[in-house]
T-cell receptor, first 115, second 113 residues
Framework: KQEVTQIPAALSVPEGENLVLNCSFT??????LQWFRQDPGKGLTSLLL?????REQTSGRLNASLDKSSGRSTLYIAASQPGDSATYLC??????????????FGKGTKLSVKP | DGGITQSPKYLFRKEGQNVTLSCEQN?????MYWYRQDPGQGLRLIYY???????QKGDIAEGYSVSREKKESFPLTVTSAQKNPTAFYLC????????????FGSGTRLTVV
């Protein structure tokens, strides 16, 4: 059974620091992996989607990498800002013989960026 | 702008009452999903639908029901059989023909009073 783990559960950094959030999954047979941001009491905002054949995706100050064989993904945030404070969720879609399975989520990393 | 609209934002339910959460999308997505989020836990799948008039149970379907009479709408009913309904409920949709990932709504917070 696919399990997704995010470490650390919480992270506090000073403004301007570069940081890395980690996501690991137990089964390398994935269709894709998606990183989301969630602000308190709000829905999920999609940040980056990495297909199983890709190694990384970039959007602005965000870079997500995928190492399928080792079951790991990282989300790199450059020059962090207080506005980046939120919970970051990693989710994988299993690959069922070429068909995309439903999303399986980690519990998230709560990020706090201090001014 | 295209998106997913969930209503209401806050909902209060009395013991033994059924309540219905609304989810509407204008993205022309085929697939729609309902997730439940509890503090300290990951999102858990309640029900999903890949086509009109068809839906499947997710991991925690007991005490919930859905319908998919229109492509744009996927309402979730929390029945009195759901013993612990207080949670944050999220609706999502996806275009199965284009691999663009999932789009989520802003959520409904349900509280039992």
């Amino acid at each position: 059974k696919q399990e997704v783990t995010q470490i650390p559960a919480a992270l506090s950094v000073p403004e301007g620091e570069n940081l890395v959030l980690n996501c690991s999954f137990t089964d390398s047979a994935i269709y894709n992996l998606q990183w989301f941001r969630q602000d308190p009491g709000k829905g999920l905002t999609s940040l980056l989607l990495i297909q199983s054949s890709q190694r990384e995706q970039t959007s602005g100050r965000l870079n997500a990498s995928l190492d399928k064989s080792s079951g790991r993904s990282t989300l790199y945030i450059a020059a962090s800002q207080p506005g980046d404070s939120a919970t970051y969720l990693c989710a994988v879609s299993p690959n069922y013989g070429g068909s995309q399975g439903n999303l399986i989520f980690g519990k998230g990393t709560k990020l706090s960026v201090k001014p | 702008d295209g998106g997913i609209t969930q209503s209401p934002k806050y909902l209060f339910r009395k013991e033994g009452q059924n309540v219905t959460l609304s989810c509407e999308q204008n993205l022309n997505h085929d697939a729609m999903y309902w997730y439940r989020q509890d503090p300290g836990q990951g999102l858990r799948l309640i029900y999903y639908s890949q086509i009109v008039n068809d839906f499947q149970k997710g991991d925690i379907a007991e005490g919930y029901s859905v319908s998919r009479e229109k492509k744009e709408s996927f309402p979730l009913t929390v029945t009195s059989a759901q013993k612990n309904p207080t949670a944050f409920y999220l609706c999502a949709s996806k275009n199965d023909r284009l691999n663009y990932g999932y789009t989520f709504g802003s959520g409904t917070r349900l509280t039992v009073v």
